[in-house]
């Protein structure tokens, strides 16, 4: 019988980096929410007794249907036997939401509900964002991602999510970190509106964006295009980048900010979304 799972974008409202451990992965605390926009993963029992991938939706052509790609690797990690998986590729591609990391998490639970194996132990092994991605709820997370503890509710918010649709390495933004040790984040507060949330984020910082705008010229470039749109309170890059959340308190000014970045931008990937 097939099951489906939802990946959702995972986005980084703040990230403090604030070490660096002695295999070169670095100790980071984050506040970690996930949006209603994401990919999704269908898994099969396999006819012929092979992992299998298929991948359509608008963003397919960017991944190769192989054993490197992510979902195949945590139907590896969950053992025998094999199934079909065919993933909706609806979130661009190394763009700090977490699209992989989602997929594989995604994938384990639609083995998972497809025939009662459980989730393996050592998922950070797939990638240091897939615990946060298996538990899909808000969260602050710490070490290298495999240290959850939970966060007070999010307020009423809405997002805009803009990515210029360029590709951005994880581990560059990393090696152009100039100081890893830096102050943790501060311990998250219940916000009791998007204003309230807004002006706590103002006292945190993502420590990958310096690094990011020096990479890449349209991070800078996304953020004035968010921060220039009306009713934003709050705009950051997320993860590793290049995608920008800008942050609102009402729903029509998340789809007017929307339409004005379209029509600035239009091969730009814009989309409205609310945390889950
Ligand atoms: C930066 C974050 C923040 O949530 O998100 P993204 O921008 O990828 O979405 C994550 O820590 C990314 O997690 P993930 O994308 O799973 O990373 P991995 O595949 O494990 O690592 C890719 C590369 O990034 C670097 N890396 C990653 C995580 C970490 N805590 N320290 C690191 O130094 C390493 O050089 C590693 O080789
Ligand atoms: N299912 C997948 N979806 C996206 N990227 C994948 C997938 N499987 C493997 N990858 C590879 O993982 C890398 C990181 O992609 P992604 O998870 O989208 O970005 P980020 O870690 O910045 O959020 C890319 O180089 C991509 O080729």
Redesign the pocket.
């Known amino acids: 019988m097939a099951a489906e799972a939802f990946a959702p974008a995972?986005i980084?409202l703040a990230?403090h980096v604030t070490g660096k451990r002695s295999d070169?992965?670095?100790l980071?605390d984050?506040l970690?929410v996930f949006a209603a926009v994401g990919d999704k993963v269908t898994a099969e029992p396999s006819r012929d007794g092979n992992w299998h991938l298929a991948i359509n939706g608008p963003f397919a052509l960017g991944l190769n249907p192989d054993p490197s790609n992510l979902v195949i690797k945590a139907g590896k990690l969950s053992g025998d036997p094999p199934a079909l998986f065919t993933l909706t590729k609806r979130l661009p591609i190394a763009a700090?939401?977490?699209g992989?990391?989602s997929d594989a998490a995604a994938a384990l639970r639609a083995l998972s509900d497809m025939d009662g194996r459980p989730i393996p132990q050592d998922v950070v092994s797939l990638?240091?964002?897939?615990p946060v991605c298996l538990r899909a709820e808000p969260a602050r997370m710490r070490g290298?991602?495999e240290d959850l503890s939970p966060v007070p509710p999010m307020p009423k918010v809405y997002l805009v999510l803009v990515n210029a649709t360029r590709h951005m390495s994880?581990?560059a933004v990393?090696q152009t970190l100039e100081t890893a040790d830096n102050d943790p984040m501060p311990d998250p507060v219940p916000w009791d509106d998007a204003a309230a949330l807004a002006d706590w984020l103002k006292t945190t910082r993502n420590d990958?964006e310096p690094p990011a705008r020096r990479l890449d010229g349209t991070v800078a470039r996304t953020i004035d295009r968010i921060e220039d749109t009306e009713g934003c309170l709050f705009a950051r890059m997320s993860?590793?980048g290049a995608t920008c959340f800008g942050l609102y308190a009402s729903e029509d000014n998340a789809r007017r900010a929307a339409k004005a970045i379209r029509g600035f931008e239009p091969e730009w990937w814009v989309t409205t979304t609310t945390p889950l």
């Open positions: 995972k980084n990230l070169g992965y670095h980071i984050s970690v700090g939401i977490g992989g990391s990638g240091a964002d897939v290298i991602g994880t581990r990393f990958l993860g590793s």
